[in-house]
Structures are given as structure tokens and as C-alpha cells.
């Protein structure tokens, strides 16, 4: 397998025509050669990427040419570069000035590139600044660094300072797809402005981006490949996101929200890029300003498209929402409510109620709903008939509507004071009868055409709109009813002589099935009733209850008999416990396996009068000890 280099040494500039994007500084250090009118110190300042170190180089090997050396000739001998992040010292630097005065062997000038030069300590910079103001006129001194500000001021003053900017998405898109053209990779427009725009203006690292995703993608490299591998929020997802507010369409918007923090995006970079998007957007309502985007031709017209579907005036309130939003992010406790609430008041600004209000409000619920498919009560009951054989209906058992009163007292006349007749099992289901579960009834929704229709629904019409009922009754989800167990409930009338031992009856059966509550009898310590105790205290400290579990451990119980006594100094304390009372004594009653235990509280008055827990009672307490304090409130008219 042979050597691979990356892209970024591969595709190195070796002349200054080949330096993308720094046009004024290579035009100037090309006339500075020509005319012999270059400085003996030099300082390249910039971003991390943009062509520093190797605009020296170049620099460097240029000054040499006399034109009589080979084409390829780069000079290595007169070259020395230096890393000051690791020789930062005074030492190095005096090693680095003993250097400078031996002559070049080849070639008239010997270049030092400093790089990362404000890595230099102090005492380092002032042992270079003679050498760097007056230096051999053979040396010439390129110092590098991306922290100008870092270096001392008697150093900036000594050398011509070129601040190299950052590579602009176009020309980092161009010099990539030359690169792409020479790999022989066919890549879109859009996949490389994608690539050129997450490099941030650095070209190495837009090199790196490029080697990373054509490892990924292969030969075809696609805008869907680079936003998969990169995991960047693209245009595409901001368009239908824009889309989704425009027509108001909450429920999918938090939908597609969700969609997005899922894929691991942040929500602080979703709307910030919202908001990006926005004004894009507003960019692109003129023609001529829509050369402010930075992307590719066929992009610029999705965006005037889109861009046509909104006015100035949704925009500009889009912009202030989502910025809002934005600032707010990172001092937000629930920062997904906040992007949240930020997107349904954007989906809010174009809905209809909103032109009449001046506040801003959110779509109701209501609205949503209104697109549901709605059947009428008459299409139902027709449904509701024909669903089922007549001769062979089907019921559904539900419990008695406790509203409705029993036929025996609607129609008084109609009772018997005196019946034989036993009370009816009318309420009991039949044989015959059919429960049906959600699965039985989307089942008999499905197989509509085998069941037996009434004669009275024979015309034409009637079947047509039972057939639109079922269809759209089919499209929606079948909703579970809850099928209750059947309780076995006899009619007693209230009337007769014979009902009062009937009634005692069926509560004596009821009163059988009820749960019998175990009854434990177990002996125990005091002893036992006081670790228990503590056990109940150390629960209530795990769940974050640190006041009452204090209370608990402010008194020991004692034990008599099967009582449990617990005496107070205040009532507060009392009630708190008492509000805990419940929860405590099941917990003793089944860690001491005894149901007889019972709690008993008291309040000692006397220890409660020890203690001072209101202003006034606070003031008394002072004013028995100092009786002067009762004649220094009434001075200064003070109150308690």
C-alpha cells in the first residue's frame, strides 16, 4: 500500500499565484523581491490555516533565486525554521543569534521562520531584540504567530506586520474543487460550499474536512454524504423548517425539533441557525443583495423562492424571536421549553387571530383538532344499527348509570307492596351475548359484508351513507372501550317487606368479599420498636424529607404495652408527625409483624413555655431579663 499524503502537504503552494485568497499580501512580497525592497523582519499574523508558514516559505526561496538555479531548487540550506512553543527559552535564543552571523554557504540570504512566536518568554524577546533590529545583512528574520496581540510592542515595532485574512467559502470552495477535478472525484457545488463553510476560513482545515469525507463518500461526493458525516445542519432542514412555520403547523414543527435534538444536535446551534436562515431570507427579497449569500446558484434560487413566501414584516419578527431565544439559551434552566416555546410563537405569527392582537400568542389547540374527520350523531346511530345481525344482537356491558333511578321509583303506582315474584336477573347477560374487545370490533368493522343487514335499510341512499360512515369510521383509530368485569347486582324493591332481608343479605355477601386484612401478633422489644424507628428516619433522609427526619430523631419513643408514647415541646412537631402518622405505622406494623401497635403523641406545656417561637413571645423572654428594654421600645416608639 503506498505512502498516502494528505491533501493539505500534498497540494502545498510552491509559488505565490498558488496562495488562495491572500492576493494583497503575495502581490506585495513579490514587488518587495523585484524591487529589492524587503525588510529584514518580517511578521505574519493570522488565522490558523490561511497560508502564514507557508507564505514564508515560499518568501524564503524566492529572495534566493538569481536565475541560474534549477527550477526546483528550494534552498534548504539557507532555510531554518524554528518552533517557539518548544524553544522558548533565553538559550535557544542565543543559539539562534550565534547562527545569524556565519554567512550562507548558497545563495545570498539566509531566512529564520519563527513560528508561534508569542510562545517566546520575556527575557527571551528582549534577548532577541538587538539581533532583530540590527541583524546581519545576509538574515532575514519571518516571524509567525496567531496571537499578535501576546507579543511585546518593542517587537511589533521592529518588523513590517502583514495580517492575513480569513479564506472566504468562495474561494475555499473553488480551490477545493480544483483539487477534487486533479483526484479525479466528482463532487457537487453544494457538498463543497458545505465543507468550505464548516472550515470557518481556515483552508488546512478545509483540506482535512475534504480527505475525511471523500474517505467516507468515495468518488461521489454528495451534499446528503457531507451533512451525514459532518453532522451539520443544512439548508435542506432550515427550508423545512421555514415551510412548517408558514403554514402554522405546530404539532410537526415540535415534531421535526425532536427529529433534530435526537440526531445529537444542540438546540443553541439549531436556532442560531434559524435565525441565520432568516436573515437570508430577507437578503434575498432584492435582487440586488441577494449576492450577499454565500452559497452556490442553485441554492440562491430555493432561497428567493422561498423568500417570495414571506413578507418583511414576518421575517423581521422571525429574526427578533429567534435572537431572543438565542441570548437567552444559555441562562435558560429548560433550555428545549425554551427553543420550544420560541417555535410555536414563530408558527404563531401568520396564523389569523394574530392580525387583530398586538401581543403575541400562540396557536390553540383547537385549531389542530378541526382537521379531524367529524361524524354526526345520525350517521353513527345509522352505523351502530347495521353493524350487527338483527336477529342476534350484540351488547356491550357497562356498569348501571348510578343517575337513573330504579323502575320502581320512577313509577310508584306501578310497584307491588306485596310481590312473591323473586327479584329479577334481568342485568345478567345472556348466553348469546357478545362482548366485544377492540380487535372483535375493528374485525367486524372489516368483514362488513358478511353480516345480515335489517330490511329497513335496504334503499340505496341509506346503504351509501352507511358505507361512507363505516369507511371513514375505518381510517380512524379504533378506540379501546374499557370492558368492565361483570358484577353480579340483584333488584330489591325498596317498597316491599320482604326487600329488608334481602339488602342484609347482599351486604353480608359483599362485606364476605372484601380483602381480610392480615392480623400480626408478634412480640418485640422496645429495643426492636426503636431501631425500626431509626430505620423509618434514615428512609426519610435518603428521599430528601431532612426536616422530618429530623423531628423523628429530635425524641425517642418509649414503648408500653402495645403503645407507642412520643412527647414534644411544641405543637408544631406534633402535627407534622401527625400528617406522617399513617405512612409511619404501616411501615412499623409490617417490619414488627404486630397490627396492635398504636402512636401516641404528647405535648409537654411546660418544656413549651421554655421556648420562644413568635416576635412577641421573643420580646417577653428579653424584657424579664432586661425590664429597661419595655422603656426603650416606648421611647423610640419601636415595634415588636
Known amino acids: 500500500m503506498e505512502h498516502f499524503v494528505v491533501s493539505a502537504r500534498k497540494y502545498r503552494p510552491q509559488t505565490f499565484k498558488d496562495v488562495v485568497g491572500q492576493q494583497a499580501i503575495t502581490n506585495t512580497l513579490a514587488n518587495a523581491i523585484h524591487n529589492n525592497h524587503l525588510a529584514q523582519a518580517l511578521l505574519f499574523t493570522g488565522p490558523r490555516g490561511v497560508g502564514k508558514t507557508t507564505c514564508a516559505r515560499i518568501l524564503a526561496k524566492m529572495i534566493n533565486h538569481d536565475g541560474t538555479q534549477a527550477p526546483d531548487e528550494d534552498f534548504a540550506f539557507n532555510i531554518f525554521e524554528l518552533d517557539a512553543a518548544s524553544n522558548n527559552s533565553v538559550d535557544d535564543i542565543r543559539n539562534l543569534i550565534d547562527q545569524v552571523r556565519i554567512p550562507p554557504q548558497v545563495g545570498k540570504y539566509k531566512v529564520y521562520i519563527i513560528d508561534e512566536v508569542h510562545m517566546l518568554s520575556a527575557s527571551a524577546f528582549n534577548a532577541f531584540l538587538k539581533t532583530l533590529e540590527e541583524p546581519p545583512k545576509h538574515a532575514i528574520f519571518i516571524l509567525a504567530t496567531t496571537e499578535k496581540h501576546k507579543i511585546i510592542p518593542t517587537i511589533l515595532s ?210 389542530f383538532a378541526q382537521h379531524s374527520v367529524q361524524i354526526s350523531n345520525e350517521k353513527k346511530e345509522l352505523l351502530r344499527e347495521n353493524e350487527h345481525d338483527s336477529s342476534n344482537p350484540a351488547e356491550e356491558i357497562s356498569l348501571p348509570d348510578p343517575k337513573k333511578a330504579p323502575e320502581s321509583c320512577a313509577k310508584p303506582e306501578e310497584a307491588s307492596y306485596y310481590s312473591n315474584e323473586s327479584p329479577s336477573d334481568s342485568t345478567e347477560t345472556s348466553a348469546d351475548t357478545k362482548i366485544y374487545t377492540p380487535e372483535t370490533r375493528s374485525e367486524a368493522v372489516a368483514n362488513q359484508d358478511s353480516l345480515n343487514l335489517p330490511k329497513q335499510t335496504s334503499n340505496a341512499t341509506e346503504k351509501t351513507e352507511v358505507q361512507e360512515v363505516r369507511e371513514v369510521i375505518e381510517e380512524e383509530p379504533v378506540r379501546t372501550k374499557k370492558i368492565l368485569p361483570k358484577i353480579n347486582r340483584e333488584k330489591v324493591s325498596g317498597l316491599s317487606l320482604k326487600s329488608i332481608g334481602k339488602k342484609k343479605e347482599l351486604a353480608e355477601k359483599q362485606k364476605a368479599m372484601l380483602p381480610v386484612e392480615e392480623v400480626m401478633d408478634d412480640e418485640f422489644s422496645e429495643e426492636d420498636m426503636v431501631r425500626e424507628w431509626k430505620n423509618y428516619s434514615e428512609k426519610l433522609k435518603n428521599k430528601g424529607e431532612k426536616i422530618l427526619a429530623s423531628i423523628f430523631e429530635s425524641q425517642t419513643p418509649s414503648l408500653e404495652n402495645r403503645d407507642i408514647h412520643l412527647t414534644f415541646p411544641n405543637e408544631t412537631m406534633k402535627i407534622d408527625l401527625e400528617r406522617e402518622e399513617n405512612r409511619l405505622m404501616n411501615f412499623l406494623k409490617a417490619r414488627l409483624r404486630n397490627t396492635h401497635i398504636r402512636l401516641i403523641i404528647h405535648v409537654d406545656e411546660a418544656v413549651s413555655k421554655k421556648y420562644a417561637f413568635t416576635p412577641q413571645e421573643k420580646y417577653e423572654k428579653l424584657k424579664e431579663a432586661n425590664p429597661l428594654l419595655d422603656k426603650l421600645r416606648a421611647t423610640f416608639d419601636l415595634d415588636v
Do not use: W
Not at 475534504?210 to 467516507?216: E, G, I, L, N, Q
Not at 451539520?232 to 425532536?258: C, E, G, R, S
Not at 410555536?344 to 401568520?350: G, K, P, V
Open 158 to 367: 521592529r518588523c513590517q506586520i502583514f495580517d492575513f485574512k480569513r479564506i472566504t467559502v468562495t474561494d475555499a470552495k473553488n480551490y477545493l474543487g480544483y483539487i477534487a477535478e486533479q483526484e479525479g472525484v466528482k463532487a457537487e457545488d453544494d457538498a463543497l460550499h458545505i465543507i468550505a463553510q464548516k472550515a470557518d476560513g481556515a483552508m488546512r482545515d478545509a483540506l482535512s474536512i475534504y480527505d475525511r469525507v471523500v474517505s467516507f463518500s468515495g468518488n461521489e461526493l454528495t451534499r446528503q454524504a457531507v451533512t451525514e458525516n459532518l453532522n451539520v445542519l443544512d439548508y435542506d432542514t432550515y427550508m423545512q423548517v421555514t415551510d412548517m412555520i408558514l403554514a402554522n403547523d405546530i404539532p410537526q414543527l415540535l415534531l421535526k425539533f425532536n427529529d433534530i435534538l435526537s440526531t445529537g444536535f444542540d438546540g443553541h446551534h439549531f436556532i442560531a441557525g434559524l435565525a441565520s436562515h432568516f436573515r437570508d431570507l430577507l437578503v434575498c427579497k432584492d435582487q440586488k443583495t441577494i449576492q450577499l449569500l454565500e452559497v452556490g446558484e442553485q441554492t440562491k434560487s430555493r432561497y428567493f423562492e422561498q423568500s417570495q413566501q414571506t413578507s418583511h414584516q414576518f421575517l423581521m419578527e422571525a429574526i427578533e424571536l429567534a435572537n431572543s431565544c438565542d441570548l437567552k439559551y444559555k441562562m435558560s434552566q429548560n433550555q428545549r421549553l425554551l427553543v420550544e416555546l420560541c417555535l410555536m410563537q414563530l408558527a404563531s405569527i401568520t396564523f389569523d387571530t394574530q392580525k387583530k392582537k398586538s401581543d403575541r400568542n400562540i396557536v390553540p389547540p383547537e385549531h
